[in-house]
């Protein structure tokens, strides 16, 4: 057993974090780790939409050295890997699970979890935890922002990519009255329509791409019902609209490169901002009793550990703002937080190159799984 073959297992919660992450993870194993990987994913339609080359109804199928599978309760277990990756416990068929536990050496079992800031996963990164009914171990590996997490997803080049992607903006150049870009990637809103009145009526052009199926209702209320379609843009005062169709995710990182101000949500949208160096807001998962404002807290207080005043207040007002959907509180927080941006600016690209310092996620599963094969 040399760890060569990998099986990546993913069930799409809701919206598209969930495959988005374990698409990007299995590509880069195979890619950059000259891995055999399948991907098992209970809904392949949804990945189709942000990697258009794939099959939606189709079981079966190679793409980018990654072999996809749809993923049911009849999942094949004849032939079992070397690592078994569970994304964010999504739980494995039993048929599966009882080949595993029948194998005289059942695969590395992983189960990969939600990316958090909070002080406590880098206590319980890497902890093996035995099932009670079979005889299997699991590990839990945390995504974080420190070196004693399981980093983040960094594919091999990015940066420099990147960089380069910058560089070329800037050699066209922007007029000296070009537009403020926004990309608004966020989860439904109730405070966004008083935010979007803030920006058509104010001083300064803005250019905003909003992909596509985002934050339907909020738009529809302040549009009047007149949302255009993808494709399409509309224009309010001082802010236009652009609808923009699903792409993939190599797009939507490009996107978010040459944006000024990204607004993303989740987890993968999450990391990635965080790679384009570029002032951002975050909008984590909503859940009960408010679990995600933990989150939300525990990594503004790591990502402005060492941003100054008055950029760290300016930023803290408008974040917690945003994401109490208090469009009040948002409209009023936004021009102190816009005045701020080259502050941000600067401290998004020193945040990035720290955390491109550590090892990233796929290498540290990597040399996990070395270590114990």
């Not at 738009?219 to 255009?228: A, E, I, K, S």
């Not at 502050?343 to 720290?354: F, K």
Request: proline share 6%; net charge negative; hydrophobic share 45%.
């Amino acid at each position: 057993m040399n760890g060569r073959r990998w099986d990546v297992f993913c069930r799409v919660v809701d919206n598209y974090g969930d495959a988005g992450v374990a698409w990007r993870l299995a590509r880069q194993l195979a890619t950059e780790h000259a891995l055999g990987v399948t991907m098992w994913i209970d809904r392949v339609a949804t990945l189709a939409r942000i990697e258009p080359a794939l099959v939606p109804d189709l079981p079966l199928q190679r793409h980018r050295g990654v072999t996809l599978r749809q993923l049911d309760g009849a999942a094949d277990a004849d032939d079992l890997p070397d690592v078994v990756v569970e994304g964010f416990g999504c739980g494995l068929p039993e048929r599966y699970l009882d080949a595993m536990a029948a194998s005289a050496r059942p695969p590395l079992w992983f189960n990969l979890e939600y990316l958090s800031a909070e002080p406590w996963v880098d206590a319980v990164h890497g902890l093996a935890s035995p099932l009670p009914r079979r005889a299997l171990t699991r590990y839990f590996w945390f995504p974080g922002f420190t070196a004693r997490s399981g980093g983040l997803i960094r594919e091999a080049g990015l940066l420099a990519e990147r960089d380069r992607a910058m560089r070329d903006a800037q050699a066209v150049g922007r007029a000296a009255a070009a537009p403020l870009r926004i990309v608004l990637f966020c989860y439904p809103n109730r405070g966004l329509p008083a935010l979007l009145d803030a920006w058509a009526e104010g001083d300064e052009a803005i250019a905003c791409t909003v992909p596509e199926g985002v934050a339907t209702a909020a738009l529809d209320r302040w549009l009047h019902g007149d949302v255009p379609h993808a494709g399409q843009s509309v224009t309010q005062g001082r802010l236009t609209l652009a609808m923009r169709p699903f792409s993939t995710q190599e797009d939507f990182d490009r996107l978010l490169w040459t944006s000024d101000l990204n607004f993303v949500r989740g987890e993968d949208s999450f990391v990635r901002a965080q790679w384009a160096a570029r002032p951002f807001v975050w909008q984590p998962y909503p859940q009960d009793e408010n679990a995600h404002v933990l989150k939300l807290e525990a990594f503004l207080d790591r990502y402005t550990a060492d941003l100054p005043e008055p950029g760290l207040a300016d930023l803290r007002a408008f974040w917690r703002a945003f994401n109490a959907e208090d469009g009040a509180a948002a409209t009023s927080a936004w021009p102190r937080f816009r005045a701020a941006s080259e502050e941000l600016r600067r401290h998004g690209r020193r945040w990035a190159d720290h955390l491109a310092s550590l090892p990233d996620l796929a290498a540290g599963l990597v040399e996990f799984a070395l270590r114990r094969l």
